[in-house]
């Protein structure tokens, strides 16, 4: 089973969203997608 990683809104760092992490993969994943506190859509990082 893929270990999931959360995406933290890089406005206000709510973290809204999980995926399945990446296999052999050095950087950060980076998604825009809605955030329901903001309001809006915005750039979403990989949180640890």
């Given amino acids: ?3 999931k ?3 933290s809104c ?3 760092g709510n973290r809204n969203y999980s995926v399945p992490e990446k296999a052999n993969s ?3 994943l980076e ?5 329901s506190h903001c309001n809006e859509h915005t750039v979403h990082k990989q949180t640890k």
Avoid: T
Avoid at 31 to 35: A, E
């Fill in 10 to 12: 890089e406005k206000c």
């Fill in 5 to 7: 990683v959360a995406l």
């Fill in 1 to 3: 089973m893929a270990r």
């Fill in 26 to 28: 050095s950087e950060r």
């Fill in 31 to 35: 998604f825009k997608k809605y955030c």
